[in-house]
């Protein structure tokens, strides 16, 4: 077996460990399901509900994407402005990391006032939680470029723009990719702290209902949609990454 087979089936290996740790302690200690299920009950629950569970992750999912393309969209846009100035990154900048630092479950309340109870403040919370890492690493890729290339460029003929569209961006790519899987991560996390106490469908929704219900295993199994959801398109950039940027990993590839 070669070393990246062996990374591959790493995670795998982990995760069935953990998955048979966690039965063997829930069934060794006798922990009620109403407590703390285990897998078994977990996965009982995932086939009892399974056409509910979609119809929940489905909403949840389309929400999310809709947040997170808003995200991608204005995050792109600042950071393309906050890292092409000097001035714009001094003056916006600390701002938008006092915003970032906000608790963005208090806004979700305001959003249903502005909106109403449905999609539109799952849609915001998604992308108020998701676009301050895309705006950062992309304004990071800018205004790291060497100033040794750039004067060289310049000597060359190159103005401010032509630098910062022909080697800014190429630059920033690998920044952005990082940042896309950070963010896919926090608009779910949005989307469902915004459908617990805002909306009445969604995994968030089933979180609460299941909850209130006495259904943890239900619960646990909207919570493995969600992780597994989010992993799903954490790895799709990854490789779409591998496939755009992969001049930026020959050192790592190499080793």
Known sequence: MTKKQKEALAPWLLLIGVLLLWELLCRGFNV???????????????????????????????VTMAGFGLSIVVGTLLGFLIGSSRMAYAAMYPLMTAFNALPKAAFVPILVVWFGIGVGPAVLTAFLI??????????????????ELEDVLRVLGAKRWDVLIKVGLPRSLPYFYGSLKVAITLAFVGTTVSEMTAANEGIGYLLISAGSSMQMGLAFAGLVVIGVMAMAMYELFAVVEKRTTAWAHRGSNAA
């Open 32 to 62: 009620s399901d109403f407590v703390f299920p285990s897998p078994s009950r977990i996965a009982t629950q995932l086939v009892e509900f399974r056409g509910v569970i979609a119809g929940h992750a489905w909403r949840t999912f389309w």
């Open 130 to 147: 998701s676009f301050f890492p895309i705006t950062v690493n992309i304004a990071t890729g800018l205004a790291t470029l060497e100033p």
